[in-house]
């Protein structure tokens, strides 16, 4: 497979690539669906989901190399096309082939709970009002495969203090869209709806913790979890939440959807840990995406020095 750094990365190429996707998309499915995929262009008028997708294009960001790591890149063509998104299907490649039901402008995002400044927040003016940045992070799947994504987006921190939570607020729950027409997947039940996860206050205020808006320099893909995910480095991907329409601060733990559905395989915490195995599988390993051979997986996803502190005298063995 081609792996290249962002550097190396010519707009064109990326361009050409989501055009031609979203072509050949448009031209297998002939449907209401592509159609509706072209309506919901982010630029009204444009017929060709194509033509869209070009002028979508960049958005502007300062890179954040400190927070960034310098290891290859996966290329676009990986990001986009091995995903897990189970609104859209539990197959890899579902979210890739059926992500684009999603309308994801307007977006609106409620923040409720424990928190001085509740209120409707509209996606677009939370993006206008702050300076993007483009973080490198590895991102380590549950099920033992890796990838290196640029993503592009902003320090949840940035918003927490904007939205001011009161000093009860000792959690952090994030809420998906629910809405089964957009997101056909949740017409099946192999998760309950709409996929939740949260965050301790302080692992949401690491600087670490992004909420992405884009990768590649170009807004969100929808099966990346557009328009607003979160990426949290250190823990499994599972905690990234996508699509999300919800944040609300809790003084108590809130429920995650993993954690309801298994909880005895999927703790709150779900801390990258390579001496704690999956109760089916081991995690000492991982496969990067395109290569062959399993590489070591690292205590936090490589992250320990900057996170290791918060936890501090827990039993990670425990708190899984
Ligand atoms: N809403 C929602 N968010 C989700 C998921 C999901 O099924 N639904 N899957 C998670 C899992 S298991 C992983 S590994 C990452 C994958 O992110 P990516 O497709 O951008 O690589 O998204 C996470 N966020
Ligand atoms: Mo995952």
Redesign the pocket.
């Known amino acids: 497979m081609l792996i290249k750094r962002p550097g190396d990365i010519k707009t064109s190429d990326i361009t050409d690539e989501k055009i031609y996707h979203q072509r050949r998309a448009f031209l297998q499915a002939g449907s209401r669906a592509a159609l509706a995929m072209a309506a919901g262009a982010v630029l009204p008028g444009l017929m060709f989901p194509g033509e869209a997708a070009a002028q979508m294009a960049a958005l502007p960001f300062k890179k954040n190399t400190r927070f960034s790591t310098d290891e290859e890149v996966n290329s676009l063509k990986d990001?986009t096309r091995?995903?897990?998104?189970?609104?859209f299907g539990t197959d890899k490649t579902d979210?890739a082939k059926y992500a684009h039901t999603l309308k994801t402008d307007p977006w609106n995002i409620r923040v409720e709970g424990e928190v001085e400044n509740p209120a409707d927040y509209q996606l677009e003016d939370l993006i206008k009002e702050s300076q993007l940045e483009e973080r490198v992070y590895r991102?380590r799947?549950?099920?033992a495969w890796s990838?290196v994504?640029p993503w592009v987006g902003i320090p949840l921190s940035t918003l927490i203090k904007r939205f001011k939570p009161t000093s009860k607020a000792k959690y952090v729950e994030f809420t998906?869209l629910h809405d089964p027409v957009q997101m056909p997947g949740q017409k099946r039940g192999v998760?309950g709806w709409p996929?939740v996860?949260g965050l301790r206050m302080d692992e949401a205020m690491h600087p670490l913790t992004l909420m992405a808006v884009g990768l590649y320099g170009k807004v969100l893909p929808n099966?990346?979890?557009a328009p607003i995910?979160l990426v949290v480095p250190w823990k499994?991907?599972?905690?990234?939440?996508?699509?999300i329409v919800k944040i609300r601060f809790t003084e108590t733990m809130p429920n995650t959807?993993w954690n309801l559905s298994g909880p005895q395989e999927y703790g709150f915490y779900a801390n990258v840990n390579p001496s704690v195995d999956h109760p089916r599988w081991s995690q000492s390993r991982e496969r990067r995406i395109g290569e062959f051979f399993k590489r070591k997986t690292a205590m936090f996803n490589g992250y320990q020095e900057q996170v290791a502190s918060l936890y501090s005298g827990m039993d990670l063995q425990r708190n899984y």
């Open positions: 990001i091995y995903n897990n998104f189970y609104e979210p991102l799947c549950v099920e990838m994504i998906t998760l996929y996860e099966q990346n979890g995910r499994y991907g599972f905690k990234s939440i996508k699509s959807s």
